[in-house]
């Protein structure tokens, strides 16, 4: 009853008469669907990026320098590795436009949320109860 069409299945189209009616030649046609998720090398280049960025912010790690600097080429090279992360091992590269449209704001929404919070969280710190421990017993100096 299945090779037929007369059991019908769930999830499946039904068959319909311009199914079973020739189709023209030109109809037939190759359609060309073009997805480009990327090549071996690219993904190698892209990795090897990566590890070259990781390892510049490690040797920052061990240069002195004014800590506000260093926090600032920190957060530019993370930044950086996150974008390649994102575009090319999520395929966010290769991805439509509408959904990047979709995620970028809501990634800005998110980001300005944390920096409004930022300042009650640093306030509220200084409100904890402090406890003040008495000074400590000065031991009697022996002659």
């Not at 008469?17 to 690219?42: I, M, R, S, W, Y």
């Not at 970028?104 to 944390?114: A, D, S």
Request: net charge positive.
């Amino acid at each position: 009853m299945i090779e037929t069409g007369r059991l019908p299945l769930p999830f499946t189209k039904k068959a319909t008469d311009a199914a079973t009616q020739p189709v023209a030649a030109e109809d037939l046609a190759p359609v060309e669907v073009v997805h480009f998720a990327g090549t071996n090398k690219l993904f190698m280049i892209v990795w090897g990026g990566l590890i070259l960025l990781t390892a510049i912010e490690i040797l920052l790690g061990y240069k002195p320098m004014r800590l506000q600097f260093m926090l600032t080429i920190l957060l530019g090279l993370s930044i950086m590795k996150a974008a390649l992360i994102i575009a090319y091992f999520m395929h966010l590269k290769f991805e439509r436009l509408s959904l990047i449209l979709t995620l970028v704001p809501m990634l800005v929404i998110c980001i300005c949320l944390l920096l409004v919070f930022f300042p009650d969280s640093f306030r509220s710190s200084g409100l904890r109860y402090k406890i003040k421990e008495p000074p400590p017993i000065e031991k009697p100096k022996e002659e």
